[in-house]
Structure formats: C-alpha cells, structure tokens
C-alpha cells in the first residue's frame, strides 16, 4: 500500500501513537545555513540584553536610582529608561502584556512561530546548553557512541565538565535575573562577599535550578508538554501562516541517490528526497517534518538548513524543505504561482490594536502628572461635635510626589461655609491654606480636620474638594469626598 505524505496525512489506526510513551533523547546534529546563523545572531542579541542590561546606567538624578531598568520592591517602583512606574499605575504593565501579546500574535499571523524557533527562552537557553554539550561530547554520532560506552574517566570528565558549564550558566542566568531587583554593581560585590540578602540567593537557587532543568534535560519536552502556546497558537493560525513545510509533492517517491537515478532512467517517478534523514537529526525536538505538520515543530528551519547542503550535494535545487503557507502549497498542487498577502484582516486587526494601545499609552505617558492625591474619610467616627458647638470630620490624606525634586505643596479644602482645616503633627498648622513638603519620588501621608461653625441640615453629606497646588510650578491635583453632618 502507498504510504500518504501529504501535510493533512492522518496516522493509519494500527499505526495511532500510545497516550505516553517514555521519552527518547534527542542528538540533534550540527548544522550549517541562513537560518542556523540567524538562530546564532538571535541568540548573541537576547543573551546579550538579558545578562548586561542590569549594568546599563541612566541618570536620573542624585535622588533617584541610577539602574536603566529596576524593579525596586522596597519603594515600589519600576524604573525603565526615562519611565518610572508607580504602583498606582499598574494600568501601563496591563498595556505593556495587551502590546506583547498582541505582538505575539501579529508576528503568529505573518511568520508562524517565529517566537518559538527564534526567540522563546526555553529555544534560546536549549541552544546554548546543546553547543555546551557538543563542544564537551561530540557531535550527534561522537555522542551516541560515548552514551553506549561504559563509563570511563574520559567519559566521566566529559559528562561531569559538560554539567559544570551547564551550572555555571545556570547560576549566571538567576544571577542575572536578581540584578533587576537591586542596584547590580552593588549587589555583584555583595553576593561575592556573601553580604547579599538571602532572598538573593534564594532566587538564584531557584533560577540555577530551573534553567539548568528545562534548558538541560527536558529541553523539547518543554515544547511539547508544559508550554501552552503550540495550542493556542494552533487556535490562532491561518493557511496564510508560514510553517515549515516538507514539499511532498517534489520530495515523493523518495528513495537512495541510486534508486532515484534509476527510477529516472526507467521513466518512473522520482522524489527529490533521498531519505538521508539529515533533516530528522538536526532537528532539536527529533520530529521527521516529512510526515506533515506536527505540533512538535518549533519552526527553527534548522532542518531546511540540512535539507538544503544535501540537495547542493546531489545536485537537486535547495528548498524541498521551505518555510510554506497551506495557502501556497494548495496553489502550487493545482499549478498556480504561489502568493503571501502580508496585509490581511487578521494582521490589520493586530496591528490596529497595537497601534491603539500603543498610541494611547504614549500619550498618557507624555501627559503624565507628576503629583498626586488621595483622600479617605475616617470611618469611625464619621463625625465629633465638639464643645463649642464646632463640627469636625478627619481623613487621611495621601500627596504624591513623582518628581526628582523636593516640593512644597498648598493643601486647601473647598465645598463648606466657614470651613477651618488643621493638619495634625510635624510642623503644620491650621489654616484656610497649609503647606505641605514633599520629599522627591515620595508619598507623604497625613492627617486634616477639617471643620465648621455653620449650622448644616441633619445627615447632610456635603462634597469636598481636597486641593494641591505646587508652590513653584503651580501643579494641581484634587480628590473629593465628603463632609458629614450628625
Ligand atoms: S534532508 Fe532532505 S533529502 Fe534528506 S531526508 Fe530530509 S527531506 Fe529528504
Ligand atoms: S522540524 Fe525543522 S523546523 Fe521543525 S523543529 Fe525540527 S528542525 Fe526545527
């Protein structure tokens, strides 16, 4: 019976897969080409950012952090270049995963899983570990080899040098990663003398322990088990989506250079596949793309690499593995030319919506207020009758400060006749007016009274408006609430 190659070619019942199966370690072999090198300059960049730039410095003032990104638990702060992010503005990391997520699809729409054969950590960190292990045991075959020796001391030397690498990087990748939380000169020359919090090495622990594990050991099996995104991804995409595609129509019948030759020379039908399975053993995940779409495909092209030295060797034209949409392979079996329409609903949708979100999210940015405030009613009591027939109602007062600057703030109440207010504590007084100083990048929090002679109706529930005004720059911010009558 003829086996069908055929992308949508479905398993025969005898030949379904079991539910679990134990896995099988992969050797992906080395390989050369375009998309091996753009793999190796993908993987330079991200490294490169994710390891240096806790040591990028951006001046933001003597009062201020001098790290160009810092996540600063302590003060509640996220500091990214010229922005600086308030807990109360956790609306722009809500844009900011809206905007990753949207870009994450957009880029599913016109390039497939880009993210995944290129830029996803687990396939960055995978790459890595596996040129580790290669320069330590060998290629492909060197390696199968030394796996079914018995061990030796060579073997052991090479196996334990190749785990101390892997835990070297693994220890500089949660190194790395808590120096986004603290001032990273200061804290390298603490973690070195061991004055480091202990958070710190716990997190490194962690870090070491995690990369070491996925980028290690499971590898693959972190593609084809624990990530979500093959599944929604596979929700998102359309035959106009690239994939790396196997194209059977020219591969098939496949068979040896001879066999092939031969089959010519009788006039037979022959596939420019030589079934070398070069492209099965570069394969990081170890699938065989000649069997369709598979779940398993990261979409690195490092199999169209291989598949491309082969068809330069036997003479064949390169590209009988390509990066392909379902759309042009359909257009090419009905001997059409093939076309890839970039703008399309679905990417016009995307990239609207990251133009909306972005757009707004600048201009927020751009017309940021750098003072704040906020007040609350004291709930018990709502109110006190004093002595003198006074009335008096408390709230909490919180002023922002988001400037680099020291600022001294007119605090002023509005919404009642004869109104008196009085600041408890420190240096304040009472006043229709009280000044309030600030420190710089500070939230000061205080107590008002504010009160009344005026005869006000029972229950009544009166706005007011709680006003600041910077002294100098004459900034204003405001809050309102009430004032409540017996
Ligand atoms: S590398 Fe190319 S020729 Fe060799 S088995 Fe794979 S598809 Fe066929
Ligand atoms: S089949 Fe090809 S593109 Fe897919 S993961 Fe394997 S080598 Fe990468």
Redesign the pocket.
């Known amino acids: 019976m003829r086996r069908d190659f055929s992308p949508t070619a479905s398993p025969e019942p005898d030949e379904e897969e079991p539910l679990y199966s134990p896995r099988k370690k992969v050797y992906p072999q080395r390989v050369k080409g375009t998309y091996r090198t753009i793999k190796w300059i993908v993987l330079g960049i991200t490294l490169g950012i994710y390891y240096g730039l806790p040591f990028l410095r951006w001046d933001r003032g003597p009062d201020a952090p001098g790290q160009a990104v810092l996540l600063d638990l302590p003060s509640r702060r996220f500091y990214f270049f010229f922005i600086e992010i308030w807990p109360q503005e956790i609306y722009y990391v809500t844009a900011l995963l809206i905007l990753a997520a949207m870009t994450l699809f957009l880029m599913n729409a016109i390039a497939g899983r880009v993210w995944c054969?290129y830029l996803c950590p687990q396939t960055v960190w995978t790459d890595l570990y596996q040129a580790v292990e290669r320069w330590f045991e060998g290629d492909r075959r060197e390696h199968l080899l030394r796996d079914r020796e018995p061990w030796s001391v060579e073997r052991l030397a090479r196996s334990g040098g190749k785990h101390a690498v892997w835990l070297m990087v693994a220890w500089w990748t949660g190194g790395a990663w808590v120096l986004y939380f603290a001032d990273a000169p200061t804290l390298v020359a603490d973690l070195a003398t061991f004055q480091a919090p202990a958070v710190a090495y716990l997190w490194i622990g962690i870090l070491t322990f995690t990369t070491y594990t996925l980028a290690g050991h499971m590898r693959e099996q972190v593609c084809l088990y624990m990530c979500p995104w093959p599944r929604i991804q596979a929700a998102l995409t359309d035959e106009h989506a690239l994939n790396?595609t196997y194209r059977y129509e020219r591969g098939e019948p496949r068979g040896s250079v001879k066999k092939s030759a031969a089959r010519r020379a009788r006039g037979e039908p022959a596939g420019d596949c030589i079934d070398c399975h070069q492209?099965v053993y570069?394969?990081?995940?170890?699938?065989?793309?000649r069997n369709g779409a598979?779940l398993?495909?990261?979409?690195?092209?490092?199999?169209?690499d291989?598949c491309d030295t082969v068809m330069a060797k036997v003479g064949r034209p390169a590209r009988l593995?390509a990066y392909d949409t379902d759309l042009n392979i359909k257009l090419r079996s009905e001997g059409k030319p093939g076309r890839y329409p970039i703008i399309r609903a679905r990417t016009l949708f995307y990239a609207a919506i990251i133009a909306v979100v972005g757009a707004v999210t600048l201009y927020t940015l751009a017309t940021r207020v750098s003072e704040g405030l906020s007040v609350i009613h004291d709930r018990n009591p709502m109110f006190v009758r004093l002595a003198d027939g006074e009335l008096r109602n408390a709230y909490t007062v919180r002023i922002l400060n988001k400037s680099l600057d020291t600022r001294t703030f007119a605090l002023s109440v509005e919404g009642l006749p004869d109104l008196d207010l009085k600041v408890v504590g420190e240096n304040y007084t009472s006043g229709p007016i009280v000044r309030v100083s600030v420190g710089p990048d500070q939230t000061h929090e205080l107590r008002a009274l504010v009160s009344t002679y005026s005869s006000l109706p029972p229950g009544a529930s009166i706005p007011l408006t709680f006003r600041i005004t910077d002294v100098k720059s004459g900034q204003r911010a405001s809050a309102v609430d009430h004032f409540r009558a017996p």
Do not use: R, Y
């Open positions: 054969g790396v492209c570069v394969c990081p995940t170890g699938i065989d793309i598979n398993g495909c990261i979409q690195c092209g490092l199999c169209i291989a593995i």
